[in-house]
């Protein structure tokens, strides 16, 4: 009997812990007025408003993209290894100060699950674009 009991508890601390995996971790991103101060700390200057919001499901396990694109994640001090298989919302934003700006459309993108950012990069979609993780500085407009 004890042994069901103690399982039960942990079955539901598991549970608990699962259902709170979102709004435990990463930065508080709920409001724009949040995601605003995150670009203005990370330095970006960017649109006031985001020109695209889509809701993004993380795969359940990574494949080699999302592997490299978790490895930008971690330069930034985020993973989204506790966020696969679960739904984020993706805002996406012009930015003006970036060294590449007056060559090409260049965009933040800040990862959201819970009210809080669990991720986000910098990127341009030209032919020869790249993408860099959020808090690389060396790439502002001074």
Not at 26 to 47: C, H, M, N, P
Not at 118 to 135: P, Q, R, W, Y
Request: with cysteine.
């Amino acid at each position: 009997m004890f042994k069901r009991y103690l399982f039960i508890f942990l079955w539901v601390i598991a549970a608990v812990a699962l259902t709170a995996v979102c709004s435990a971790h990463g930065v508080k991103a709920e409001t724009e007025a949040d995601r605003q101060k995150l670009f203005k700390r990370y330095g970006w200057d960017v649109s006031v408003s985001p020109i695209s919001v889509t809701e993004v499901k993380l795969p359940d396990a990574p494949d080699t993209v999302y592997e490299q694109y978790n490895k930008i994640q971690k330069k930034a001090g985020f993973d989204l290894a506790p966020y696969y298989g679960k739904t984020a919302v993706r805002y996406t934003y012009k930015v003006y100060n970036h060294k590449e700006s007056e060559n090409t459309e260049v965009y933040a993108n800040i990862l959201v699950c819970g009210g809080k950012m669990i991720g986000g990069d910098i990127m341009s979609t030209s032919l020869d674009g790249f993408m860099h993780a959020v808090n690389e500085r060396e790439f502002q407009i001074k």
